[in-house]
């Protein structure tokens, strides 16, 4: 193998970031919980994705029900925060509450993101979206065909990171978008997958239910090199 590509696989296994999904996914503990984000700290997780809601006019922890200030509050300020939102009218807020820490606002609606378009090197789109139930067969399948060739979605964005679903990348749609921005990869929870995206040096970021496996499969790789 040759020192090009050695090199860029050491890069792309030692700074991939690994992103713990609401916490991670632990037995007998509440996703989205302060005991998951501290399990995933411990383990090593570089970041926590918080999937956030509105309750009246207070933002939440979906599942969890756990107040934003108070998710804050259990998270140390050196970990990447990965908000993911998908209601209106709420940049303002928002921003104030993860003031001063590393963060990051991502979602799968264009519009969303429009609001944070003073700090746009923070937001990231989200392709691949589960919460479709409501469309009809046509439109799920124009939305499909366009997160498979997400280049010019990308682009009407107007945003610098996009985070790409497992199921999506298996059908080649990291090598369909836009080359000059960010990729992550969200809903990767095999050993193959993870493995695979940290030896790939598109990826900046891995969210994962499964933080543990995946820094150890890191740490592997990282030592093998």
């Given at each position: 193998?040759?020192?090009?590509?050695?090199?860029?696989?050491?890069?792309?296994?030692?700074?991939?970031?690994?992103?713990?999904?609401?916490?991670?996914?632990?037995?007998?503990?509440?996703?989205?919980?302060?005991?998951?984000?501290?399990?995933?700290?411990?383990?090593?997780?570089?970041?926590?994705?918080?999937?956030?809601?509105?309750?009246?006019?207070?933002?939440?922890?979906?599942?969890?029900?756990?107040?934003?200030?108070?998710?804050?509050?259990?998270?140390?300020?050196?970990?990447?925060?990965?908000?993911?939102?998908?209601?209106?009218?709420?940049?303002?807020?928002?921003?104030?509450?993860?003031?001063?820490?590393?963060?990051q606002i991502v979602s799968f609606r264009e519009e969303v993101l429009m609001e944070y378009s003073s700090c746009q090197e923070r937001v990231g789109l989200m392709l691949?979206?589960?919460?479709?139930?409501?469309?009809?067969?046509?439109?799920?399948?124009?939305?499909?065909?366009?997160?498979?060739?997400?280049?010019?979605?990308?682009?009407?964005?107007?945003?610098?990171?996009?985070?790409?679903?497992?199921?999506?990348?298996?059908?080649?749609?990291?090598?369909?978008?836009?080359?000059?921005?960010?990729?992550?990869?969200?809903g990767a929870n095999d050993h193959k997958s993870i493995r695979k995206y940290l030896l790939d040096s598109r990826v900046q970021e891995i969210h994962t239910d499964y933080?543990?496996?995946?820094?150890?499969?890191?740490?592997?790789?990282?030592?093998?090199?």
């Amino acid at each position: 193998m040759s020192n090009k590509i050695l090199d860029e696989f050491e890069t792309s296994v030692t700074d991939t970031k690994i992103i713990a999904h609401n916490g991670g996914s632990w037995r007998n503990v509440i996703p989205n919980s302060s005991e998951a984000f501290q399990k995933s700290i411990d383990v090593g997780a570089d970041g926590i994705q918080l999937d956030l809601e509105i309750l009246g006019n207070e933002i939440i922890c979906s599942v969890s029900g756990l107040a934003l200030d108070k998710a804050l509050g259990s998270i140390s300020e050196d970990i990447i925060l990965v908000a993911r939102l998908e209601e209106i009218g709420y940049a303002d807020k928002l921003s104030e509450a993860l003031e001063g820490r590393n963060w990051q606002i991502v979602s799968f609606r264009e519009e969303v993101l429009m609001e944070y378009s003073s700090c746009q090197e923070r937001v990231g789109l989200m392709l691949g979206n589960p919460f479709t139930k409501d469309l009809s067969w046509k439109e799920n399948l124009r939305d499909l065909k366009e997160d498979l060739f997400p280049k010019q979605k990308v682009l009407d964005a107007k945003i610098e990171k996009i985070i790409v679903a497992d199921s999506l990348a298996r059908f080649g749609a990291l090598s369909r978008t836009y080359k000059r921005i960010n990729h992550s990869i969200w809903g990767a929870n095999d050993h193959k997958s993870i493995r695979k995206y940290l030896l790939d040096s598109r990826v900046q970021e891995i969210h994962t239910d499964y933080p543990a496996v995946a820094v150890e499969i890191r740490d592997e790789l990282s030592n093998a090199l």
